[in-house]
Every structure is written in structure tokens, then in C-alpha cells.
């Protein structure tokens, strides 16, 4: 017997469950369903929320053949073979999974049959579609997101399912606890596969004393049965970027409990490499000259967590976004160097002060290199005013501390006052 996911697929787009920003009443695919006008489309979001789901429902609403295809196992004749079909009884929709593994071969053969509308395409992934999927593919579709299915949108399929007799389960004559539910809707996390392949397993591998008997299905019966995830991580794919996005985002706003979770989150993958990466990223642009100490603690931690691996290393790492959290922000020192590096690649930088030049080898004073140089420490306080930038770049100024701390405002105060007394003593 096929999975209860598979048997409850939606036959038309109004028995899609979520994804109303695309399937609604006035939204994108609806609209082009109802004047049957269909376009190649890419959609793409987590697994489990309805991809499949949206292709299978446009073809039952259009009546126009439905193929699925995979484009990482499935061959190049099998694509010839759909294509013969649309040629031979007209058009046809092909839901292409994991489009972003499509190779060129394959890619090349679809083109033309997308440029005819033979073949009407869904390609389907849960990679980025602008990152993974090639131009040429691209600009033949429309992109549409996908979003995880919110409680309530998976409560009423799981309803749906359990009153259905033909394709669900209502000939079991099942009564869901609000407890069960309420953890299948936890734990499936807007999976809806998963959340319907976990209820039908509670169902079946729960006995009734007789055919007419209602079966309970309680929370733990429901705990028993779950086998879903909580998230699902790639350590390659989109979803990962977003998740070390929101974890330097959430650092970046001094919001710790929202660090945390997303910390958690990545512990979860077991993704040591990336967190302790991120982390030194973090500690030097978003707390920087605000807190350097906090900077060289979050080094500290990195490295332990580096020695004791997972899940010990959950606790310097802990310690590590509390701190950087807390503390004073500045990204004073990136600004700096990003101001400094356009500056080189945009505008005429001309030539190192002869001064500045080294002066360590034969010849270099016949070419005037280093003869002028004032060496510091040979005046008080280990300063003296010269100029050490290009002529053409003599008044740059890159450096704009924020003061944000005791520690920053003190460097603002020493580099104003030296850039005053440079001015004044070179004028």
C-alpha cells in the first residue's frame, strides 16, 4: 500500500492545503490553472510542503497528462519518452524533482520543448533556484517560493485524512487526542509528508478489539510513533545559509535567546566547522574595537570546542554568543578596511611616499628611497608628524570610531587627537 501522504496528494488546486500566497483565490497559479494559460515554473522550499502536491493539482485541474520525473536518477530516454507523448497527444506536465542536479545533456534536450509549450515543466527543489539552477533553465520559468505549512494548514489535512475513507484512514475510525495532534504538529514542523506518514504508522500500529471499535490514538501512542525530524539540515544547501544568516543577524541585534536557538539549530547538524567559523567572523566585524577582550574570549572558545568536539563543545560555544551578545557593538574596523579597499580599487592611488620606501639595499639612496623617513622612536612620546600616505590620497580619512564603549571611545579620542596634531604640524 502506497503512503498515506501519497494517497491524500490533492487532485485539484482547490484541495491544496497552505502555499494561499500562490494558490489562492487571485494568486499567481491559480490564475493561470483557471484561464489555462500555464507557464514552466520552479518551486521551491523545504521537503514536505507541497511541491509535488501543487503539480499533481494542476495537472488534475487542467486534465492535462501528468509525468514525474527525477532529474539526479532518471535518464535522458526518459525524457524522450514524455516528450514523444506531448507530441503525440499534446501537452504535458512534467514534474521534474531535484532540478538543480539537471545536467546539461538533459537540460539541452528540454529547452526547445519549453520554447514550444510541448512540455509544461514544475521543476521542483529545495535548493535556491538563483544559485543552483542554470541561466538557460531559469529564464524559461517563474520562481515561486514554497513555505513550511503552518499548525493550522497541517491540522486540516490531518482532519482530511482521517475522515477520508477511500484514500485515508476513516475506515479505522480514529480519535485523535488534542495532545497527540498538538506533538505531531510539533514534531512535523510543517512537513506535511512526514506528519502524515507518522499519524498513519500511530493508526496501523495501533489494534482495535473489534472493526467497529474507535481506535485512541494518545499522546503517547503518538510519541512512539513519530519518526520525523525536528528540522531538516544540509550542510551544503540554501536552508544552511540562511540558518548562519540569521544565527551573526541575531548576535549582530543583542538578541541572546534568538542567538541561542539558532546556535542550537546548527549544533543540531553537527556542523562544528561552520559555527566556530562564524563565530570568529562575528566576534571581530560586529563587536570589533567595542569590546576587543570579548573578541580574543570568543578565539578561546572556538579553540576549546575545536579540542572537545560535540557535544562538549556546545558549552565554550554557549559562553562564547552570551558574551558577544552582551556586548557593546562596533563594526567600526570593517568599515575601515572596506572604505580603505575601495579606495584602491576605485580611484587613482599613485605612489608610496619615496620616504616610506625600503631603503635596505644598494642603490636605494642614488633613487632617493627612505632618505627623508623620520623614525619615531626617536622622538618624544615615539611620534612625529610626517606623511605616510600617496600625494593623491593625502586627506583620506577611512576610520570612523562609533564610541560605543569606554574601550572605543578611547581610540576615538587618541585617533582624532593624532590626526589634529598630523594636520596642523604637516600644514
Not at 524522450?80 to 506531448?86: H, P, S, T
Not at 524559461?140 to 477511500?166: G, T, V, W, Y
Not at 548576535?251 to 559555527?275: M, N, Q
Not at 558577544?324 to 579597499?341: E, T, V
Request: proline content about 4%.
Amino acid at each position: 500500500m502506497k503512503p498515506l501522504a501519497y494517497r491524500m496528494r490533492p487532485q485539484d488546486i482547490d484541495q491544496i492545503v497552505g502555499q494561499q500566497h500562490l494558490v489562492g483565490p487571485g494568486k499567481i497559479i491559480r490564475r493561470m490553472v483557471e484561464a489555462k494559460l500555464l507557464s514552466s515554473m520552479i518551486l521551491y522550499g523545504p521537503p514536505g510542503i507541497g511541491k509535488t502536491s501543487i503539480a499533481a493539482a494542476i495537472a488534475g485541474s487542467t486534465k492535462y497528462a501528468f509525468r514525474m520525473l527525477n532529474a539526479a536518477t532518471d535518464t535522458k530516454k526518459d525524457l524522450q519518452q514524455v516528450a514523444l507523448e506531448a507530441k503525440m497527444s499534446g501537452t504535458v506536465i512534467l514534474l521534474l524533482d531535484e532540478i538543480h542536479r539537471l545536467d546539461k545533456t538533459k537540460q539541452d534536450f528540454l529547452l526547445p520543448l519549453l520554447e514550444s509549450g510541448q512540455i509544461v515543466l514544475i521543476g521542483a527543489t529545495t535548493e535556491n533556484p538563483y544559485i543552483s539552477i542554470s541561466p538557460a533553465i531559469r529564464s524559461r520559468c517563474q520562481i515561486f517560493e514554497l513555505h513550511p505549512l503552518s499548525s493550522k494548514d497541517a491540522s486540516i489535512a490531518i482532519k482530511r485524512s482521517l475522515k477520508d475513507e477511500k484514500n485515508g484512514l476513516g475506515k479505522y475510525h480514529v480519535t485523535l487526542t488534542p495532545e497527540a495532534e498538538q506533538l505531531l504538529l510539533e514534531k512535523g514542523n510543517g512537513d506535511l509528508r512526514a506528519t502524515l506518514n507518522a499519524l498513519e504508522l500511530a493508526v496501523l500500529s495501533t489494534k482495535a478489539e473489534t472493526k467497529s471499535e474507535t481506535i485512541i490514538i494518545d499522546k503517547q501512542i503518538m510519541a512512539d510513533s513519530i519518526q520525523v525530524k525536528v528540522q531538516n539540515f544540509d550542510a551544503n544547501g540554501d536552508s544552511h545559509y540562511d540558518l548562519v544568516s540569521a544565527f551573526q543577524k541575531s548576535i549582530r541585534g543583542s538578541d541572546t535567546d534568538a542567538s541561542l536557538h539558532y546556535l542550537a539549530r546548527l549544533i543540531e547538524s553537527g556542523d562544528l566547522i561552520s559555527i566556530c567559523r562564524r563565530l570568529l567572523v562575528i566576534a571581530y566585524e560586529d563587536i570589533g574595537l567595542a569590546n576587543p577582550s570579548a573578541c580574543q574570549r570568543a578565539v578561546s572558545s572556538v579553540w576549546t570546542a575545536q579540542q572537545v568536539g560535540l557535544p562538549e563543545a556546545r558549552i565554550p560555544l554557549a559562553n562564547a554568543v552570551i558574551e558577544l551578545c552582551l556586548s557593546p557593538k562596533s563594526n567600526s574596523a570593517i568599515s575601515a578596511i572596506d572604505q580603505a579597499l575601495m579606495t584602491v580599487k576605485n580611484k587613482n592611488i599613485g605612489t608610496i611616499p619615496d620616504s616610506l620606501k625600503d631603503a635596505h639595499y644598494k642603490g636605494a639612496q642614488k633613487l632617493g628611497h627612505g632618505i627623508d623617513y623620520k623614525y619615531p622612536h626617536a622622538f618624544p612620546s615615539d611620534w612625529v608628524a610626517q606623511q605616510y600616505l600617496p600625494d593623491n590620497l593625502k586627506n583620506e580619512s577611512y576610520f570612523e570610531p562609533k564610541g560605543n564603549s569606554k574601550i572605543e571611545e578611547a581610540y576615538k579620542q587618541q585617533y582624532l587627537k593624532l590626526k589634529a596634531m598630523q594636520k596642523k604640524q604637516l600644514q
